[in-house]
């Protein structure tokens, strides 16, 4: 480590003195007009929350923004950097492509669900979670994006199925034919226990043709070293991830009324082993008999017209998505009763290897009306349809020669049923599902102080599977076809009322519902029987809100109060050999109080606050098949009861106007599923723990030098725990991190 930790302090130092060697007294003057620019103005950040372009402070719900500026100010990577410091969110982080974001507390796990989640996850408005099962939760790297949106409360009406909780909707740069633009950035980051990782990441917009045609490419790559050591492979940090991909766009501007866009997005995330340390071994350490490996890709391409009707603009948004995921799972420990069971001599390590890949198409349509007129309107359409190939095996080394020496099935049984000779059980599940809805959206000025808004969604959403079960579990009959199929149609309402007694003060009531699609189930590799699936849960949201500016604007204070009535409750449980199923039952409520502040007192300090506290709850007992009854006002799994955030910014008006930015977070107690719910059982506990985190920037003309350190305290807070066959795996916050970001921008 001090080898590694000797490099990292080598490369900071040329960063430096290459900077300070080119920077000189020009820069000092073109720096700081840069740096005061980034205090941003909350005020004026434009925003798509209700797919019309308006200020984020003038809509009658709970919306945030993180911008392009703040990004890079909290020298943001990823969602873990930037996603709960927004009220009202609780980001589970446990491995990439199955973390999970967590809003009002509206979830049954702290994972990727069985169905649905309930969060929806867009890029540039195009839809990222599929009808049925989301193959991958996506996490898109923060380098050029323009804005993160993050809508709290039920977006059912005018985003569709999956938002019961909230959205977030990534806003990346598209092409811009006004002129060239460039950025580059590089990071080296040393965190504990770890090698030395390192990003690089460029962007380049180019004009074609001057205000017609543009193109913008983004590249990047990420490598984020292993920090939990494997005593059971033996490999110290394990856990590397290396993410690589990037975005292109082209933008086609053949007259002031009709714009073509196009936007491609790839990502590829590979982790060797998985982020979980086992509890009651060392402090940094997991014990399993292979890698857990998780890769995903992602692969999003859209094209957009944006067409100025005179009268209204319409807008037309085609997308096509593909998704891939594939992980393995230590099964070892279960080795003895399978030889127990099947007469058989397995010695090599069991694993489990499932995922499955998903193609995705969709089509909206939508006319909204110019805004500034006495009645503002929106009306659409849209289809989501999706298929899926699924898989779940279950195998190891040398099982074709235990087999045929078994007395239970003998030479050539045919129980292994792959050609490596290592697979001996699999579930394959062919899956598709398509949403169709019409909606609208209706806003009425009765005045400049009143406006009432009323809107609705009218859906139907289908998911049929095709169930394949091959291995000893059929022996020696043929495979077994299992069909299922859930067909679901509903109407989605939204009624808003604002009042705005002056231009500094903004009061709303809101009441939404949310929906996401039900989902059949089949039985996987489990021995326990499970139910034939879900249906779409029932969910209804009440808010009262205040968005307030104070002193000139140098002051900005907002608050809203919810209450969430959630019935018929789609769960995500577990058998008792650890396979997952879908089901519904119970009652829950949310209830609680998300607060944020902006404070300006003078323009080189600017101090961001919010402040959640919510009471997620089980409303009604709730029997879980297998484990129990978890009782009546039990935590919902992923949520905390409070949850804190403060951010600082100094801009000292010196040489290179350097900038001291103190970043800290607090996030609750909680549990990661519903089974740590039932007493006797024992629960699976994550947050409680404080992070801070701090950061000096320095300005050279077109380029900013960063000294970062992170989880400076160096807390182990336990973002998500799950039960595993070696015990209970613990995702962690990446241990204390330091290091420098150098960012050029043209």
């Known amino acids: 480590m001090p080898h590694t930790a000797s490099k990292l302090a080598c490369a900071i130092r040329l960063c430096c003195l290459g900077l300070l060697a080119a920077g000189g007294a020009q820069a000092q003057d073109a720096a700081a007009p840069a740096a005061r620019d980034a205090a941003v103005d909350l005020d004026r950040i434009v925003v798509t929350a209700g797919k019309l372009k308006e200020s984020v402070r003038e809509i009658a719900g709970s919306a945030s923004a993180v911008t392009n500026q703040q990004l890079q100010d909290l020298g943001a990577q990823s969602l873990a950097d930037y996603i709960e410091r927004t009220p009202g969110v609780v980001f589970n982080n446990y491995q ?428 996987g590799l489990s021995a326990y029987p499970v139910p034939s699936g879900s249906r779409s849960d029932s969910l209804v949201n009440y808010e009262l809100g205040t968005r307030t500016s104070w002193a000139g604007g140098r002051l900005l204070l907002d608050a809203t109060l919810f209450y969430v009535d959630w019935k018929d409750i789609q769960l995500r449980l577990q058998t008792p050999d650890f396979y997952n199923y879908a089901s519904n039952g119970g009652k829950a409520y949310s209830r609680g109080v998300e607060f944020a502040a902006t404070w300006r007192p003078v323009d080189a300090f600017e101090w961001q606050a919010s402040a959640t506290w919510q009471h997620a709850r089980l409303d009604e007992d709730l029997f879980i098949l297998w484990y129990g009854t978890a009782p009546a006002g039990s935590q919902l799994p992923g949520s905390a009861d409070w949850t804190v955030s403060n951010l600082l910014s100094y801009h000292f008006d010196t040489r290179f106007y350097p900038t001291l930015t103190l970043a800290h977070q607090y996030v609750g107690s909680g549990i990661s599923d519903l089974n740590s719910a039932v007493p006797g059982v024992a629960p699976n506990r994550q947050g409680n723990y404080n992070l801070f985190d701090l950061r000096y920037r320095m300005s050279f003309g077109n380029t900013d030098l960063t000294l970062f350190g992170s989880n400076l305290t160096d807390k182990r807070g336990i973002t998500r725990s799950v039960s595993e066959t070696n015990g209970t795996g613990e995702g962690l916050v990446r241990p204390r991190t330091y290091g420098v970001t150098v960012h050029w921008r043209y």
Not at 99 to 116: C, F
Not at 164 to 190: C, H, K, P, R
Not at 426 to 452: C, I, Q, V
Not at 459 to 488: H, L
Request: zero cysteines; charged letters at 20%; aromatic letters at 10%.
């Open 96 to 523: 990439p492509g199955v973390s999970h974001v967590v809003m009002r507390g509206i979830a049954t796990s702290s994972g990727n669900v069985q169905g649905q989640p309930t969060t929806g996850y867009f890029l540039n408005e195009v839809p990222l979670t599929e009808p049925g099962w989301t193959i991958a939760i996506p996490d898109i790297d923060a380098f050029d994006l323009n804005r993160v949106e993050v809508l709290r409360g039920p977006q059912g009406t005018l985003f569709g199925s999956a938002s019961m909780g909230g959205a977030v909707n990534y806003i990346a740069n598209v092409a811009d034919a006004s002129g060239f633009d460039a950025a580059a950035e590089a990071t080296l980051s040393q965190t504990r226990n770890a090698d030395v990782g390192y990003a690089a990441k460029a962007m380049v917009n180019v004009p074609i043709r001057q205000d017609l045609l543009a193109v913008r490419a983004v590249a990047q790559y990420r490598e984020d070293p292993g920090f939990l050591d494997n005593v059971g492979t033996g490999r110290k940090g394990s856990n590397d991830t290396q993410l690589d991909g990037g975005r292109l766009s082209l933008v086609l501007t053949p007259s002031e009324q009709t714009t073509l866009t196009w936007l491609s997005l790839l990502q590829n995330t590979d982790s060797d082993d998985n982020s979980y340390r086992i509890a009651g071994l060392g402090e940094l350490q997991r014990d399993t008999a292979l890698p857990e490996f998780t890769d995903t890709k992602v692969a999003v391409h859209s094209l957009r017209l944006d067409q100025d009707l005179g009268f209204a603009d319409f807008t037309a948004l085609l997308a096509y998505q593909k998704k891939q995921q594939d992980w393995r799972f230590d099964y070892t420990p279960v080795r003895a009763a399978y030889n127990a069971d099947l007469d058989l001599d397995l010695t090599s390590p069991l694993y489990i290897e499932s995922g499955g890949e998903s193609r995705g198409k969709s089509i909206e349509l939508r006319l909204a009306s110019k805004p500034g007129g006495r009645v503002d309107w929106l009306v659409g359409g849209m289809y989501f349809d999706s298929t899926k190939d699924l898989y779940e095996q279950l195998g190891a080394q040398g099982a074709a020669a235990a087999f045929d020496q078994s007395s239970l099935f003998g030479p050539g049984s045919g129980a292994v049923i792959a050609p490596n000779g290592e697979i001996f059980n699999a579930f394959y599940t062919d899956l598709t599902g398509s949403e169709a809805a019409l909606f609208g959206e209706g806003s009425f000025h009765f005045n400049e102080r009143w406006k009432l808004t009323v809107g609705g969604r009218l859906f139907r959403n289908k998911v049929e599977t095709v169930a394949t079960q091959v291995g000893f579990s059929t022996y020696p009959g043929a495979p077994i076809v299992t069909p299922s199929q859930t067909k679901e149609d509903g109407f989605n309402p939204k009624v808003a009322l604002t009042w705005q007694p002056s231009q500094d003060v903004m009061v709303y009531g809101l009441v939404s519902e949310g929906f996401r699609f039900g989902e059949p189930n089949t039985s």
